[in-house]
T-cell receptor
Framework: SQQGEEDPQALSIQEGENATMNCSYK?????LQWYRQNSGRGLVHLIL?????REKHSGRLRVTLDTSKKSSSLLITASRAADTASYFC???????????FGEGTQLTVNP | DAGITQSPRHKVTETGTPVTLRCHQT?????MYWYRQDPGHGLRLIHY???????DKGEVSDGYSVSRSKTEDFLLTLESATSSQTSVYFC??????????????FGPGTRLTVL
């Protein structure tokens, strides 16, 4: 079964608004990563947060990790139409060497 | 994309025929992966490689085999294609020795249709 589960499955917002996507997982992790996929393209890595970190920033991206709740959130601030894509969380298990991906959140940013 | 290419990009084949997909990387990454992406399932790992001639199974390996005779090439073979293997296939690679902490770089994908 999938380790990471994103919520919501789909999100539609207006340009300039913030977008928040959530990821829940089931077992202990080494790290959690977020990826973006534009339609018809491969996945692109956005940000990685390790299990001993609680928050990370990268440009307009903010990721939080709550290991007690086994959840993470990805916040995109001041969204742009170009942010329209699918966003996936992926977890690396504490004893594993492979990533497990969730099913993704489809984000649509309307101009 | 860290110099990762996949070929072919699109393929239509018939049930029962063998199919080989190729992944080529130019960055000398040690670890390489094959995933399939289907609606409602996200990305699922088929096989991965941790070095030349060193491979292991992922969660959906039945019906697939892989080979890695050179660092830069990772081949995925469907021995006898079935309609359930219609999917988009992605190759990925991880730099360095510590694959467990490195991010993955993805190729552009191969869309395979099995009739």
């Amino acid at each position: 079964s999938q380790q990471g589960e994103e919520d919501p499955q789909a999100l539609s917002i207006q340009e300039g608004e913030n977008a928040t996507m959530n990821c829940s997982y089931k077992t202990s992790i080494n790290n959690l990563q977020w990826y973006r996929q534009n339609s018809g393209r491969g996945l692109v890595h956005l940000i990685l947060i390790r299990s001993n970190e609680r928050e990370k920033h990268s440009g307009r991206l903010r990721v939080t990790l709550d290991t007690s709740k086994k959840s993470s959130s990805l916040l995109i601030t001041a969204s742009r139409a170009a942010d329209t894509a699918s966003y996936f969380c992926a977890t690396l298990g504490a004893s594993g060497s492979r990533l497990t991906f969730g099913e993704g959140t489809q984000l649509t940013v309307n101009p | 994309d860290a110099g990762i290419t996949q070929s072919p990009r699109h393929k239509v084949t018939e049930t029962g025929t063998p199919v080989t997909l190729r992944c080529h990387q130019t960055e000398n990454h040690r670890y390489m992966y094959w995933y399939r992406q289907d609606p409602g399932h996200g990305l699922r790992l088929i096989h991965y490689s941790y070095g030349v001639k060193d491979t292991d199974k992922g969660e959906v390996s039945d019906g697939y085999s892989v080979s890695r005779s050179k660092t830069e090439d990772f081949l995925l073979t469907l021995e006898s294609a079935t309609s359930s293997q219609t999917s988009v296939y992605f190759c990925a690679a991880t730099p360095g020795l510590a694959s467990s902490t490195d991010t993955q770089y993805f190729g552009p994908g191969t869309r395979l249709t099995v009739l």
